[in-house]
């Protein structure tokens, strides 16, 4: 049972440049989670996404979108890169029917390098 | 609004002691709690979890976490360390109503052979 699935695993980019990030769920969730983890810090929440729709947002600029595939995968874009968009990207995966209570899977995450 | 502080950057403990690492919350209504735990260049493995019932929880490999709603804290505890238990753990809450983890900046746990 494949769990969750990001790449690439590394990604260096210039300022101003654009990013794409990819994320497969694991098999048999529907609910797609992104994440911030600068380094020293925890995650900061990005956005959701359930049915290919933006369910809910983090305090992120619009420079960071989403995206989510009728199979459930989803891709984070990110514009106008900044050097302090450095950091590891966690994607999370999980059953909306789960509920309140039911806990997210990660990936290991894709970190981005801005010079 | 939601809030987890996680009090200690560090924790160590010597192999085989019990370790303890703190966390408190603040979150409107009732509070949903996780601990993850994560290694290096990893992502996050969930830990353990209280939704409702009994104030300690037993999770992973050995790990539990009491629930202390007057305190507002869930410290996560483990009766006896192994090196292996050395990595960064994470404290997060879910407000009733939000679809997002709040996570705390993490402790890092040392054990010490």
């Known amino acids: 049972d494949a769990g969750v699935t990001q790449s690439p695993t590394h990604l260096i980019k210039t300022r101003g440049q654009q990013v794409t990030l990819r994320c497969s769920p694991k098999?048999?969730?529907?609910?797609v989670s992104w994440y911030q983890q600068a380094l020293g810090q925890g995650p900061q929440f990005i956005f959701q996404?359930?049915?290919?729709?933006?369910?809910q947002r983090g305090n992120f600029p619009d420079r960071f979108s989403g995206h989510q595939f009728p199979n459930y995968s989803s891709e984070l874009n990110v514009n106008a890169l900044l050097l302090g968009d450095s950091a590891l990207y966690l994607c999370?995966?999980?059953?909306?029917?789960?509920?309140?209570?039911?806990?997210?899977?990660f990936g290991n995450g894709t970190r981005l390098t801005v010079t | 609004a939601q809030s987890v502080a996680q009090p200690e950057d560090q924790v160590n403990v010597a192999e085989g002691n019990p370790l303890t690492v703190k966390c408190t919350y603040s979150?409107?209504?009732?509070?949903?709690l996780f601990w993850y735990v994560q290694y290096p260049n990893r992502g996050l493995q969930f830990l353990l979890k209280?939704?409702?019932?009994?104030?300690l929880v037993k999770g992973s490999y050995g790990f539990e976490a009491e629930f202390n709603k007057s305190q507002t804290s869930f410290h996560l505890k483990k009766p006896s360390a192994l090196v292996s238990d050395s990595a960064l753990y994470f404290c997060?809450?879910?407000?009733?109503?939000?679809?997002?983890?709040?996570f705390g900046t993490g402790t890092r746990l040392t054990v010490i052979p």
């Open positions: 209280y939704i409702t019932g009994d104030n």
């Open positions: 098999s048999g969730h529907d609910t």
């Open positions: 997060a809450v879910r407000g009733t109503g939000a679809n997002n983890l709040f």
């Open positions: 996404y359930y049915e290919e729709e933006e369910r």
């Open positions: 999370a995966s999980s059953l909306l029917q789960g509920g309140i209570g039911s806990p997210l899977h």
């Open positions: 979150v409107s209504g009732n509070p949903y």
